[in-house]
């Protein structure tokens, strides 16, 4: 049985229970791999309209990996790996736009171009949270501009009127006087890639519990983590004390009526084609420890 490969998801867990040795305390045996290089972000740029959707279409190279619910829905119902039911996550999200925009309220966003993910996290929600005060016709979504690092980058260097942003971008962005317009956080969930242990699986699992605690406990020990995957750029702006927690694992399950709900959110709004979506249901697309 190969080694189980665990990889930071830019989120905070992975590189705490990694520090803490919660992995090896849990007996997995695993090799630690970071996807995202920080030395320019180029890593971060996958171009237009590739987003978390398309990085399952091509296949991950950890075990178990993380996007939004929406995506991992959809991917797993497609036959592009198996949705973790056991926990899902809920992370800050929200679009800003620089101190000095005359943007100054949701109902401002409406026909401006708002930099989000292709196919993720910051599509859907951005989406979900403008219906309330925007006509569908009237939101105005940009895809060309990469995904979570890229559009920070772009933000900040006046490229781009509105972006999308969540974990460590959005601490940032707030750090820098960047506006918050709306929040829009959302949920996210794990897939299960490959044919892994179980028991590797709720070891890991279990080693994330603990790192939540952890960071529940005592932020101010593990947010120096958040440099990490950051390009380098912003590391010598970056002063971490002032970030928060980020995403937040749940250990609820991801039931079947949240499977469902969720698909029919976005095939009433054609996100993706008609075939899209795949065909699996609930119990073929989640995760059987058996």
């Not at 009237?138 to 772009?154: K, M, N, P, Q, V």
Request: aromatic share 12%; glycine share 8%; proline share 5%.
């Amino acid at each position: 049985m190969a080694r189980f490969v665990v990889s930071p998801h830019m989120r905070l867990h992975e590189w705490v229970a990694e520090e803490k040795g919660f992995f090896s305390e849990v007996g997995l045996d695993y090799a630690f791999r970071e996807q995202l290089g920080s030395s320019d972000g180029s890593d971060h740029d996958l171009g237009d309209r590739i987003g978390a959707y398309q990085t399952f279409e091509r296949g991950r190279t950890c075990d178990v990996s993380a996007a939004c619910h929406w995506t991992v829905n959809a991917a797993a119902a497609s036959g592009h790996g198996k949705l973790y039911a056991g926990c899902y996550s809920v992370s800050p999200c929200a679009v800003f736009v620089p101190a000095d925009s005359a943007i100054e309220r949701p109902e401002d966003l409406a026909g401006v171009p708002i930099s989000v993910g292709y196919q993720s996290g910051s599509h859907y929600s951005t989406i979900q949270t403008l219906e309330e005060f925007l006509a569908p016709e009237d939101i105005r979504l940009s895809f060309a501009d990469g995904l979570l690092f890229r559009r920070l980058e772009l933000l900040v260097d006046g490229a781009v009127p509105a972006a999308s942003l969540f974990s460590g971008p959005y601490y940032f962005a707030e750090q820098l006087g960047f506006r918050k317009i709306v929040d829009t956080s959302f949920m996210m969930a794990s897939m299960i890639t490959g044919d892994p242990d179980p028991g590797d699986v709720e070891k890991y699992f279990e080693a994330l519990r603990r790192a939540q605690v952890e960071i529940d406990l005592r932020l101010e020990l593990h947010r120096h983590h958040y440099r990490r995957e950051f390009p380098e750029r912003f590391h010598d702006a970056m002063d971490v004390r002032r970030f928060g927690p980020g995403e937040r694992l749940v250990f609820e399950p991801y039931t079947e009526d949240i499977f469902e709900r969720s698909r029919s959110w976005i095939a009433e709004r054609g996100i993706f084609p008609d075939d899209g979506l795949g065909d699996a249901s609930y119990r073929e697309s989640i995760y059987a420890a058996a």
